[in-house]
């Protein structure tokens, strides 16, 4: 049976001395998931020079961009217990399993047919359980970039997706539209460990024109 220490004291809990908000996702910036990471710093994730590399690469390393959408929302995870309101658990509290996988969906408007069958190909390579997996940058409207940065080694890299798809069209009729809807699947706690930057340049319009 494991065990578990408890520390002498709680652990500290930082003040909060700037707000965090992301406002609008815009695009996604997408790669495989990396054995080394692609940026060394935070200071080099800010300049369109560590990029340029990897928009242009050919090999495992390569970076694509998303065309632009809209509509895009991700829903909060939601706890899951074990044996809750159930005599399998005293007083039927239950036990805290986890949280679960959320969906982000938006819409792609006006997509051409090839440029839907070129982001298809996406649904292969975020599946789960496919090594290397595939990990996505947020690109936001005043170009920042929101990314994943591992608390213990400190390396710098994209959050894991899986489960990549985009929809039929979606025909309004009558003035409306074209639209693909999108989405695909994230961990319960995939912002556990995400920070958000402002480069050196704006993301959301360079990382498309390299």
Request: hydrophobic content about 40%.
């Amino acid at each position: 049976m494991a065990s578990c220490t408890r520390s002498a004291s709680l652990a500290a809990i930082a003040k909060v001395l700037c707000a965090v908000h992301f406002d609008q996702i815009a695009a996604l910036a997408l790669q495989r998931t990396q054995a080394t990471p692609s940026f060394a710093t935070e200071a080099e994730i800010k300049t369109l020079a560590a990029w340029t590399p990897l928009l242009t690469a050919a090999g495992n390393t390569k970076v694509v961009k998303t065309p632009e959408f809209a509509d895009f929302t991700v829903p909060g995870s939601e706890p899951q217990f074990e044996g809750q309101n159930t005599n399998a658990t005293i007083g039927g509290l239950g036990y805290f399993a986890g949280l679960n996988a959320v969906q982000p969906k938006g819409n792609f408007y006006g997509l051409p047919s090839d440029v839907r069958t070129q982001l298809s190909l996406l649904q292969d390579e975020s599946a789960p359980g496919l090594d290397p997996g595939l990990t996505a940058y947020f690109l936001l409207t005043d170009g920042r970039i929101v990314y994943s940065k591992d608390p213990t080694t400190g390396n710098i890299g994209g959050i894991p997706i899986t489960n990549f798809y985009v929809g039929s069209l979606d025909l309004g009729g009558l003035r409306a539209l074209n639209k693909n809807g999108f989405g695909f699947s994230l961990a319960g706690d995939w912002d556990k460990n995400i920070q958000v930057v402002q480069p050196s340049f704006n993301a959301r319009q360079a990382l498309a024109g390299v």
